[in-house]
């Protein structure tokens, strides 16, 4: 590795996972500017990079990358030539408290879930606070956002665009909000850690396909909302639903690194405990009688996990759930799901109808796992020839090379049965 | 931070056309806030002006039929938009119509 240590590169993503969202909220603080924060954050690490091979890695990394980027930010607005009296305030607000330093009155009890409520601002459309939030705390590239949202790149780069146009313009303050206007806010934030979650659990792209660390610190995040808002059972379903899916964790690749579906996995690996409180939760939440999204899909994932083997899985109840699912939160992704189960509960041909409407509909092209569960409907059907086809546009769709090897397994077993 | 504050209701919000501002307006003056704004009477007695070409066209009523129309509005000055919303929502015309904070073009 030329000149970079292994070590150095081991600290800057730690500090990168760890740090980034606080480096960039600091430099929003200060500078009142977000694309100039997240600009010289980024220029705080390509710093480092060069810096700590040389000098050592820093004692506190956070520290040195907020001091980096605040000196970037000094020096860029020096050569922009913006008025002398900004100059001299931002050069003069050196390190702001951590929000840590009990300077508001929200009563969040941790740094990172403060910063999530501070992001995401009520005048700005709720999409928008959940894009912005992963992209300024969480470090996702556009990319990454707008799969986990299903839109293209480009719009969603016009999205934050035009979100941090407003907060320019319209003055939207980067301010911690108090505890009583936390609810207004806590519909984003549960869906930026769902994302976050599903982010670390099956990552939208590259090789890692378990990035682990954004699933564990989803969790935990959750666990600190559920416990701050009790009397909110989304955010309890929120918890239990990421519980559920974690305790499979384990068996959905098996030793080769490829992917395991849910009807191959060994249950008796899964992770009972995790099991149990996930659906011990998931009771209390729904007894309060305020049913939504998070509980509904945690739901029918109790079902799948409490379900003694594959053959006993409850199809019928899941497609119900989805079918309660797509009417509290309508989505071409639901509908979809609501497909796959219909195809356990009443045959392959009653879910490959849902399927080619939602082809027909246009709302879902692009997207691997409409191909794949075509493919797997058809296959089921013994229409192997178009099979093949579908598993073949979805091996081109896929963005993880654990999916692809999964699709060419698929599609290798359909070619060779035919 | 300049905001203007467009103050919309459907034809229902008329009926309190006389209600003035229930010392909203007092307590924004004394804070600094209020910069100025009216009443408006009602869209029917309206008249829209375009100019095409070197033509004046005129038409009765408001530029949009729509079913909410502009009823008021007020000029504020504050220091972000949560002090505006704060306001706004503070304002009598919040509770029976809508309000519309929209930023000054600033230079």
Not at chain 1, 11 to 38: H, K, N, P, S, Y
Not at chain 1, 385 to 402: G, N
């Amino acid at each position: 590795m030329d000149g970079v240590t292994a070590e150095v590169e081991t600290a800057l993503a730690q500090a990168f996972r760890e740090e980034w969202g606080q480096v960039v909220a600091t430099l929003i603080r200060i500078t009142g500017d977000w694309d100039l924060a997240e600009e010289c954050a980024q220029d705080a690490f390509a710093l480092a990079l060069r810096h700590w091979p040389r000098d050592g890695i820093p004692r506190r990394p956070g520290a040195w990358l907020t001091t980096a980027a605040h000196r970037r930010a000094i020096d860029r607005l020096r050569r922009e030539a913006v008025g002398q009296a900004k100059l001299r305030e931002v050069a003069a607000m050196v390190q702001p408290p951590r929000p840590g330093g009990g300077g508001d009155d929200s009563g969040v009890p941790d740094d990172r879930l403060r910063l999530m409520f501070t992001c995401c601002h009520p005048a700005l459309a709720l999409e928008a606070q959940v894009a912005l939030t992963l992209r300024t705390l969480a470090g996702l590239t556009t990319a990454e956002i707008a799969r986990a949202l299903l839109v293209g790149e480009q719009t969603m780069s016009k999205r934050l665009t035009r979100a941090k146009q407003k907060i320019r313009y319209a003055r939207i303050p980067y301010r911690v909000p108090p505890a009583h206007l936390l609810p207004e806010r806590t519909p984003a934030v549960l869906s930026v850690l769902y994302l976050l979650f599903n982010e670390g659990y099956s990552a939208t792209a590259g090789a890692d396909l378990l990035r682990r660390e954004l699933s564990s610190e989803a969790i935990r995040l959750a666990r600190i909302l559920a416990w701050l808002m009790p009397d909110e059972p989304e955010a309890v379903g929120l918890l239990s639903l990421m519980l559920l899916h974690d305790a499979r964790r384990e068996t959905r690749m098996n030793e080769a690194g490829d992917l395991v579906t849910l009807e191959e996995q060994d249950r008796a690996r899964w992770d009972g405990a995790g099991i149990a409180e996930g659906t011990a939760l998931l009771d209390g939440a729904l007894r309060r009688g305020r049913p939504g999204q998070f509980q509904v899909q945690a739901a029918i994932a109790a079902c799948h996990a409490t379900a003694t083997d594959a053959a006993d899985t409850d199809w019928a109840q899941i497609a119900a759930l989805y079918g309660r699912l797509a009417s509290l939160a309508p989505s071409p992704v639901v509908e979809l799901n609501r497909a796959v189960a219909v195809g356990m509960a009443d045959g392959p041909a009653a879910g490959l109808e849902i399927v080619d409407a939602l082809a027909a509909s246009g709302a879902l092209t692009g997207y691997h796992l409409l191909a794949a569960s075509r493919a797997d409907l058809l296959r089921r059907l013994g229409r192997r020839a178009e099979a093949a086809d579908a598993y073949r546009e979805a091996l081109r769709l896929a963005a993880t090379d654990t999916e692809r090897r999964y699709l060419s397994r698929r599609l290798a077993e359909t070619a060779a049965n035919s | 931070m300049k905001y203007m504050l467009l103050i919309c209701g459907d034809e229902s919000a008329a009926a309190h056309a006389d209600d003035g501002c229930g010392g909203w307006t007092e307590e924004m003056q004394e804070r600094g806030i209020l910069r100025g704004g009216a009443g408006l009477r009602p869209p029917t007695e309206a008249t829209t002006v375009r100019v095409r070409g070197d033509q004046v066209l005129l038409s009765d009523g408001p530029f949009a039929e729509t079913k909410e129309q502009v009823g008021g509005f007020c000029l504020i000055e504050c220091a972000d938009l949560d002090e505006a919303i704060e306001v706004t929502a503070k304002h009598p015309a919040a509770g029976y119509g809508t309000i519309e904070i929209r930023p000054l073009w600033t230079a």
